[in-house]
């Protein structure tokens, strides 16, 4: 799975949030230009993803409630990466894109499973347009999908 993502000028944060629950999954970031630390990139909680309490689990979903703890918000780091640097992460790991005070920043990115049978079902619709190009939904799926690319 890959594709890319841009944050214009004058978005806000993304909520904390996990890109999923389950191993075997990560996120290659490639940032399409240079990230400073601490910047407009990508916050990371280190070692969110081995967390197993259950309620720690729920806060760090996207209801914005994480950011309510400043102590938990104080951990978070945002590495420098330059464009064309990759920066990969577990699934698991609570992030959240920066808000972006003055620039477009596109970052591409891609998805790598490490265990057989891992997919994301969530984030990736299980209609592909490499198998089910025929399949009757697929004009309707395109319609209301493509446009959020």
């Given at each position: 799975m890959?594709?890319?993502?841009?944050?214009?000028?004058?978005?806000?944060?993304?909520?904390?949030?996990?890109?999923?629950?389950?191993?075997?999954?990560?996120?290659?970031?490639?940032?399409?230009?240079?990230?400073?630390?601490?910047?407009?990139?990508?916050?990371?909680?280190?070692?969110?993803?081995?967390?197993?309490?259950?309620?720690v689990?729920a806060?760090?979903?996207?209801?914005?409630?994480?950011?309510?703890?400043?102590?938990?918000?104080?951990?978070?780091?945002?590495?420098?990466?330059?464009?064309?640097?990759?920066?990969?992460?577990?699934?698991?790991?609570?992030?959240?894109?920066?808000?972006?005070?003055?620039?477009?920043?596109?970052?591409?990115?891609?998805?790598?499973?490490?265990?057989?049978?891992?997919?994301?079902?969530?984030?990736?619709?299980?209609?592909?347009?490499?198998?089910?190009?025929?399949?009757p939904?697929?004009?309707?799926?395109?319609?209301?999908?493509?446009?959020?690319?």
């Amino acid at each position: 799975m890959s594709g890319a993502v841009v944050s214009r000028a004058g978005a806000k944060s993304q909520h904390v949030h996990t890109d999923g629950d389950d191993s075997g999954l990560f996120t290659i970031f490639i940032p399409l230009v240079d990230i400073p630390p601490e910047s407009d990139g990508t916050s990371f909680l280190p070692g969110s993803h081995i967390e197993s309490d259950v309620l720690v689990r729920a806060a760090m979903s996207e209801a914005g409630v994480m950011e309510l703890d400043p102590a938990t918000m104080a951990k978070m780091v945002s590495p420098a990466c330059p464009a064309g640097g990759l920066l990969c992460f577990d699934y698991r790991t609570v992030h959240r894109g920066r808000a972006n005070d003055g620039r477009e920043r596109a970052v591409a990115y891609i998805v790598v499973a490490t265990e057989e049978g891992v997919t994301d079902d969530v984030n990736f619709h299980t209609m592909s347009l490499l198998h089910d190009l025929r399949h009757p939904a697929m004009a309707n799926h395109m319609a209301a999908t493509v446009w959020h690319w």
